[in-house]
């Protein structure tokens, strides 16, 4: 039913947003990964300065998505809600259009509670000693703030879910008392359509935009309790958790794992 309203509520876009995500994604995983990764090597850890650089590069190019995300969904957000461009593997992950933002508080939470390093088994010597040993000891503050950040997902998300339920029902509310008092009329009741989904198309785009603000909020919350290993870490983690999305071999493992109904 979302996708009926988003469809009729606006025109379609020229440009597929598609074409654009083509691009940021080849940006992301030909440039902007490689050039952390070789930052995170040894080679280039004696320079916080140059691997600061490349973590507020990744972010900076994160906040862009969401940023070209808000713009597109004014002019046809049914693309974006409903991105029939996502592969299957990439679908079970989103929320309103994009990823669900508890992924990336679980990512984060997964460095976090990960088993204590054996330090018998440690090598000071290792290419990425620094990045090995980022999470070893996270701070109170980062940890608390963590925890700040739930607490709010868990008010947020309910509630944008909601509002994008009832957008839903106020168009099925309004468009059935309609479509009595036509009477069958072809012309009216398109008439009807238009206007009740224009009205609440307003609302999902709203939704929409309201989510990406949470998901960039949520990113930057993460990077500004971080030090530069860790960010380092976890934006490294999150890119490759993006790209891999794309892999072919994990694309057609989970193609064969679809079941007949």
């Known amino acids: 039913m979302f996708k009926a309203i988003a469809l009729l509520g606006f025109k379609k876009s020229a440009k ?20 952390l990764r070789h930052a995170m090597s040894s080679s280039s850890t004696s320079s916080p300065i140059l691997l600061a650089s490349h973590v507020e590069v990744i972010h900076r190019h994160l906040l862009k998505f969401y940023e070209a995300l808000d713009l597109a969904a004014s002019n046809d957000v049914s693309q974006l809600l409903y991105p029939d461009w996502k592969n299957p593997f990439e679908k079970p992950f989103l929320w ?3 990823l669900h933002p508890y ?3 679980n990512l984060l939470r997964s460095f976090i509670t990960q088993s204590e390093i054996d330090p018998e088994i440690l090598d000071p010597n290792h290419q990425n000693w ?13 940890t608390n703030r963590v925890d700040q950040i739930e607490c709010g997902l868990r008010l947020m998300v309910p509630a ?4 994008a339920r009832d957008a839903q029902a106020a168009f099925v509310e309004k468009l059935a008392i309609e479509w009595g008092k036509c009477e069958g009329r072809k012309e009216e009741m398109k008439g009807v359509v238009a ?6 198309m307003e609302e999902l785009v709203g939704v929409f935009v309201d989510a990406n ?18 960010a380092a870490v976890f934006l490294e983690a999150l890119a490759q958790f993006l790209v891999g999305f794309r892999n072919r071999e994990l694309l057609s493992q989970f193609g064969k794992c679809s079941l007949e109904l």
Request: glycine share 2%; no cysteine; proline share 4%.
């Open 16 to 35: 597929p947003f598609k074409d654009y995500y083509d691009g940021w994604f080849k940006s992301l995983k030909n440039t902007f990964l490689p050039q």
């Open 96 to 98: 309103l259009g994009d």
């Open 103 to 105: 992924l990336f508080i």
């Open 130 to 142: 620094d990045m090995v040993m980022a999470w070893k000891s996270p701070s109170k503050r980062l």
């Open 160 to 163: 944008l879910s909601a509002r």
């Open 195 to 200: 206007e009740s989904a224009a009205v609440e």
């Open 213 to 230: 603000r949470l998901r960039r909020s949520v990113i930057s919350d993460i990077l500004s309790v971080t030090d530069v290993n860790q």
